[in-house]
């Protein structure tokens, strides 16, 4: 080739690259909001764990008082429940008695006992009772234990599902037990929003980060939530902080302590396994999956899932809800890509069944996606950038609990397109569902009054009005 073809490739090499990189800028710099806000500084211990006998970890009287108090549904549709609970030194009494605010009779279940070892720990006796054929929206009052220490608590269900039903979930996920964890239960149960349900994103205690896994740990975390978690449901997403498998200590086998203290109503919803399941609730059909179980094609958790998203009724229960722990969009430094085997999986079904939302955790901030997908590659074609589509959900990251990791802080720039609003700040969401076309999700951080909203959207539902409502 001579000076003149050597030259004029050249220029065609320079300008492909400057155009490739003006392309690549246009799509990198379409993001969206970085929050600016600062955060008050304070004292380093409100990123530690609370010691064992902080008041947040209050243990009722008597030597065999149930404790660790939970309550999570009982079955598909809400009309059962499951009670759990610890008795420290025996098993005690397992039975429950309750009765709703509308009757004077007092109904009576069984729970059943069991325990666990795990390393140099032996567990408490853990009760589970299921409490079923309960009636739709109607407060119960229950009680656990004998005599002058026995205690009593109360949930409401949720109303029979239905097109027009309101209901409001509450979000939360990595909590752990700092004082940070401590600040955002509070403002979670303050909030004027007034959660009904709360739907925990994965990463319960975080008793693995601990020498030998020590469990008590768990029992203390099971104590700081129980004045929440005893008088409304928490859903329970499994983590990477419930593997737990540690052959080392001679505990190889995967989520011991997690599966005995936490049940789900997994075969009601014609599951395998407790870690992946589905409920109805009000008007929200929610899919739980789990990242840390096998997922792949052909693996019973995708058969499962495949399966279940087609009953899905959209007249009955509109809102489709999917909750995962690692995010599918993600840009931030932290566990950056670590959901993309998922999303590669799952996303098509996603947005062929136009679920409404995907909340997930992992990540320790907070982070709104547009509503996009990256469906289109095919080995060929090169399409392999994230897009609006207005059939798939926007993504929610709320794994901002408090835990003594403390906050991812470190993002990716530019701000990529698919990224509505991020922010490092530890907080909770609400999701307010109105009715059959409009929810309200808002996110609010610990550092500010407890009606005070940090960021918030109104959400349109995507299978009776699907319009373009992220921003």
Not at 151 to 161: D, E, I, L, S, Y
Not at 249 to 259: A, C, N, Q, R, T
Not at 373 to 396: E, F, H, M, Q, R
């Amino acid at each position: 080739m001579g000076v003149l073809g050597s030259s004029f490739s050249s220029y065609l090499v320079a300008v492909t690259i400057v155009l490739g990189l003006v392309l690549n800028s246009a799509v990198l710099c379409y993001g969206g909001t970085t929050s600016n806000y600062t955060r008050t500084t304070f004292p380093t211990y409100n990123n530690t764990d609370m010691p064992v006998d902080s008041e947040a970890f209050y243990v009722p009287p008597g030597k065999n008082t149930p404790q660790q108090v939970h309550i999570t549904q009982g079955d598909h549709v809400g009309t059962a429940v499951i009670v759990s609970w610890i008795t420290p030194i025996a098993p005690g009494s397992n039975i429950v008695l309750y009765w709703s605010e509308n009757e004077n009779t007092t109904k009576v279940v069984e729970g059943k006992i069991e325990t666990y070892k795990y390393y140099n720990y032996t567990s408490g006796f853990i009760h589970h009772a299921n409490i079923s054929n309960l009636e739709f929206n109607t407060k119960y009052y229950y009680q656990l234990g004998d005599g002058q220490y026995a205690r009593t608590f109360w949930f409401v269900t949720p109303p029979a599902p239905g097109p027009d039903v309101s209901y409001t979930f509450g979000l939360i996920g990595d909590l752990g037990q700092t004082y940070n964890s401590n600040s955002t239960l509070a403002h979670y149960q303050f909030d004027p929003l007034n959660g009904q349900t709360l739907l925990y994103l994965g990463d319960l205690s975080y008793a693995d980060g601990y020498p030998f896994h020590d469990n008590n740990r768990w029992d203390t975390w099971g104590r700081l939530i129980e004045r929440s978690a005893a008088y409304q449901p928490w859903i329970w997403t499994v983590g990477n902080h419930e593997v737990d498998s540690a052959p080392q200590l001679g505990e190889p086998i995967p989520f011991v302590p997690y599966s005995h203290r936490y049940h789900t109503p997994y075969e009601a919803a014609g599951s395998t396994s407790p870690f992946w399941y589905s409920i109805k609730r009000g008007p929200a059909y929610v899919i739980v999956m789990a990242a840390y179980s096998a997922f792949g094609y052909i693996t019973p958790q995708y058969s499962w899932f495949s399966e279940e998203i087609q009953k899905v009724n959209r007249t009955e229960t509109p809102w489709l809800i999917v909750l995962l722990h690692p995010p599918c969009y993600n840009s931030y430094y932290s566990h950056y890509m670590e959901g993309e085997t998922t999303r590669v999986v799952y996303e098509k079904t996603f947005v062929q069944y136009k679920v409404d939302i995907v909340f997930a955790g992992h990540v320790h901030a907070y982070e709104r996606s547009i509503r996009v997908s990256n469906i289109l590659y095919n080995i060929t074609n090169g399409l392999c950038t994230p897009v609006k589509d207005l059939n798939a959900p926007v993504y929610l990251t709320v794994g901002d609990g408090g835990n003594k990791e403390g906050l991812s802080s470190s993002m990716y720039y530019p701000q990529p397109n698919y990224s509505a609003f991020r922010e490092p700040s530890f907080g909770h969401g609400i999701l307010d569902i109105k009715n059959q076309t409009h929810a309200y999700f808002v996110w609010h951080r610990n550092e500010d009054g407890y009606d005070v909203i940090s960021d918030s959207l109104w959400l349109t539902n995507r299978f009776w009005y699907p319009t373009d409502d992220s921003k």
